[in-house]
């Protein structure tokens, strides 16, 4: 049975912490911020989402339900995507299940972390993927003035349905090759390392406690741990956070972060499979 999502101290951590990255700037990948009006506040919300790209088409996908952001969506039609330095206005369309279902399959098959809150596996037939699909709900996302643009063509061409779905083949989806799945395997297997480095220097750096570190470059393991003798033993690392407790904390957080998706940078967009926003 498919777990129920729950949004705890920790998911609030995690996903603040990504939000002020992508604020920032910084390119995450299909990691990208989502921001869209209230449906009863009219005030902006946003929130990260990992966006499905594949062969010049971008889909949002909700795996976790119908939370707050889709009813948002659902209401305005429109919002804001941020990714990396780069801001734009964007319609989206809800898919109906048999539209959605290659999508979520597709995505579910490279987003491992949300699979638990599935009733359906990546190994799954797409009639079970159909099923599943109207409790994750998929937005096909347009640029808004593109959007607007086949709205009108459709109105001045004998009065096709402008809020008509646009039709998404099962067969647009293709799966990618044997050279995609080793980059991705050497992606998993190089984000694994980093994450247990990181886990390793933040628990030092924690046990460090609240004190000013006397320059950027840092020993993660500290006293009585002697760098004189043996260079490298204390393990060097360097900081701009003037302190050794908060150094650690990011530095688990980050290492947490590397495990959920660490093959998902490594994605290609020229061969087809989820690639950057």
Known sequence: MARTYQVSVATRIRDAF???LLRAGVNMGTTSLLTVHGRRSGQPHSVPVVLMVRDGQRWLVAPYGVVQWVRNIRA???AT???GRRSEMIAVTELSAQQAAPVLKQYLSRVAIVRP?????Q?????DFVQEAPHHPVFLVTGAEESGD????????GGTDPQATPETPIASLPTGNAGDSATRLVGTVLGVFAGLLGLEHGYFEILQGNV?????LIHAIGPPCKPEKVWHGCEPAMTLVPNFLITGILATILSLLTYQQPGELFSSKESGEVGFC
Do not use: H, W
Request: hydrophobic share 40%; glycine share 4%.
């Open 150 to 157: 086949i709205r009108q063509a459709q109105e001045l061409n």
């Open 123 to 127: 190994d799954s037939s797409l009639e």
């Open 212 to 216: 000013k570190p006397s320059s950027a």
């Open 76 to 78: 305005a039609g429109t």
């Open 117 to 121: 809150y599935f009733d359906v596996t």
């Open 81 to 83: 995507l941020t990714c």
């Open 18 to 20: 990504i939000m002020a």
